[in-house]
């Protein structure tokens, strides 16, 4: 159950903050953010070891940023499916995927940052759909933006977490001032009041509301999340930052990434 929470304030020092959660089998080998890419050299995310591409791409150069969300709906044909995990890179080198035929690709989510807003393109059964976001606190979960995708999850438990993190957490950033990080410096001051929500808010690793969670479905086969990312963006601003998850509720284990 990947997340993505995106805050827009048009007026502010900085417009445009994004928090990325990233689930998945843990067993699934990746590597921290990096210049992964000898045919991007410019990119920076980081990198699934089992296909090679990325739930988070980063390119320095336009100040603009995309992440990936699996979506529910058919698969692609096996003979022809692609790994979703290109798509971020191209999104953040061309301004978007919309060019692109995506009858190769199961369902996802796509999050698109930039300085002045943002936009989620989602695919799944054949539809096309892309939603310039308000201003705001959004949230994009496996079930779409807002979870209102054209196709979302059969299964009522998994809607009923997905629903349970989204409520909890908008309601705890709306409690809280909105962050304006600066470019430089260590992460928990840039981040203030969100830092302790985004590690967690003290929940359960099992709860249902939990953020950054550790699920265990038997033989070997844990769920969880493997990392989370926060990204601020303004006219002459980018600033990354990452953590492995889970990560200590003391703020340390974050990393500024060079950009």
């Given amino acids: 159950m990947c997340t993505a929470f995106v805050s827009i304030e048009p007026g502010s020092a ?91 690709y199961d369902p996802f989510h796509l999050v698109q940052v930039r ?13 096309l759909t892309e939603h310039e976001l308000p201003t705001g606190l959004s949230v994009v ?23 349970a993190r989204a409520d909890h957490f908008r309601a705890r950033f709306a409690a809280v001032p909105r962050p304006e990080p600066a470019a430089g410096g260590p992460t928990e001051p840039a981040w203030g009041d969100w830092l302790p929500i985004v590690t967690g808010d003290g929940l359960a690793l099992d709860g249902d509301a939990a953020l950054i969670q550790r699920r265990d479905f038997g033989d070997g086969r844990i769920w969880g999340s493997s990392s989370v990312s926060l990204l601020a963006l303004g006219p002459e601003l ?19 990434m060079e950009v």
């Avoid at 050299?41 to 791409?57: K, Q, V, Y």
């Fill in 115 to 127: 300085p002045d807003g943002a936009r989620v393109t989602s695919w799944g059964g054949g539809l």
């Fill in 14 to 104: 900085v417009p445009v903050l994004l928090l990325s959660v990233r689930d998945e089998y843990l067993g699934r080998a990746w590597l921290p953010p990096d210049h992964h890419w000898p045919q991007r050299p410019e990119l920076l995310g980081g990198l699934d070891l089992a296909a090679g591409g990325t739930w988070l791409a980063v390119d320095p150069e336009r100040r603009t940023a995309a992440c990936l969300l699996n979506g529910f709906g058919p698969l692609a044909p096996a003979d022809t499916r692609l790994s979703r995990g290109g798509l971020p890179l191209t999104a953040v080198r061309e301004g978007g995927i919309g060019h692109l035929d995506l009858s190769p």
């Fill in 238 to 256: 980018l600033r990354y930052d990452f953590a492995t998850a889970p990560v200590p509720a003391d703020g340390s284990g974050w990393r500024r």
């Fill in 141 to 163: 979960l496996n079930d779409g933006l807002e979870g209102m995708a054209a196709n979302r999850t059969a299964s009522e438990r998994v809607r009923a977490l997905m629903a």
